[in-house]
């Protein structure tokens, strides 16, 4: 044998260990499960180079950090048998990827066990439940109650129904359901889920928008007959307030025409008693103003009053 066999054979072995690649890379945020002719014999957790059996062991890689799922829109009936459209988002991450790898294999595998076990879970949850335990997550409108009281008309009448879980514990609610039959068997954490909509279904929706068009309505009118009511009350007062002004101002211009009258009396007393002939005379005169005008006729005697002065002054 020749001497340089052994240093070939090493050679040998060396090239054919790096030709089959005997090391992998876990990077950060991976860890990995390897396994020898399908069986899974250790996981690794940390980041680093790794070394494995050539041609023997498998690597297979999984997923640290945090993971998204996204659920499909689903109708679905709640406990007073109102038709909503529920969608649901959620975080998830491999916890044990031993069990996630014996469960069920790839991250593909996992969605569709996820799909399965969120969608009962949230399915449970809405058909145990009434509409408003989806819709509100406090009683803060019915303790405002007194507050909202003028407006009323604009608030659905459910709205000041008194809730008994609301959205938040019922979504932590199935949280957990669903946490109890993931972790155990699959190797998941399921760590957050989120309601991204809950609406109603077309015919529902219509008639609640129906309501509001009507309860609107109702309060427009309802605006609209105060309105006028109180137009009338502020037409009534400014009548009364109107007629007191006449009234106070007719009293005080009798007042002032009285004293002027008394004072035009004592004037003409005064003068009547200075010259009584010049006093009857104007006084005479005044009636002739009054009482004759370029249409008038009059016929009476000489001897009269009425016509003394007149005759006076006759040629």
């Known amino acids: 044998m020749n001497k340089n066999t052994p240093i070939i054979l090493v050679v040998v072995v060396l090239a054919a260990l790096l030709f089959a690649n005997p090391f992998y890379i876990v990077k950060e945020g991976q860890q990995a499960i390897i396994t020898m002719f399908g069986e899974p014999k250790r ?12 041609l023997v062991e498998k690597v297979n890689y999984f997923e640290q950090r945090i993971l998204e799922w996204d659920g499909y829109p689903t109708e679905i009936p ?19 990827p031993l069990k996630f790898f014996q469960s069920v294999s790839n991250e593909r595998g996992a969605q569709a066990i996820l799909d399965g076990i969120i969608d009962a879970s949230v399915r449970d949850a809405v058909t145990s439940q009434k509409l408003i335990e989806f819709v509100r997550s406090s009683n803060r409108l019915v303790e405002r109650q007194k507050d909202l009281k ?90 009364k307030e109107l007629k007191a ?21 004592k004037i003409y007393a005064d003068a009547y008693s200075r010259d009584q002939n010049f006093y009857s005379f104007l006084k005479t005169l005044d009636t002739y103003k009054n009482t004759i005008d370029k249409d008038t006729v009059i016929i009476m005697t000489t001897e009269g009053d009425y016509f003394k002065y007149l005759d006076q002054i006759s040629p």
């Open 43 to 54: 996981q690794i957790r940390s980041a680093g180079l790794k070394f494995k059996i050539p």
């Open 78 to 96: 709640t406990k007073d048998k109102r038709y909503i459209w529920i969608d649901t988002t959620a975080r998830w991450k491999i916890v044990d």
């Open 150 to 239: 003028k407006d009323k008309e604009f608030i659905d009448a459910g709205a000041f129904e008194i809730i008994k879980m609301g959205r938040d514990e019922i979504r932590k609610e199935i949280i957990q359901k669903a946490q109890g039959d993931l972790g155990p068997r699959y190797g998941i954490e399921l760590l957050d889920l989120r309601i991204k909509r809950a609406n109603y279904v077309e015919d529902v929706r219509r008639k609640v928008y129906d309501r509001m068009i009507a309860e609107r309505n109702r309060a427009a009118a309802q605006y609209r007959s105060e309105g006028r009511g109180i137009r009338a009350e502020v037409e009534g007062r400014t009548q």
């Open 245 to 265: 002004i006449q009234s106070e101002a007719y009293r005080q211009a009798q007042e002032i025409k009285g004293e002027a009258d008394g004072k035009a009396a």
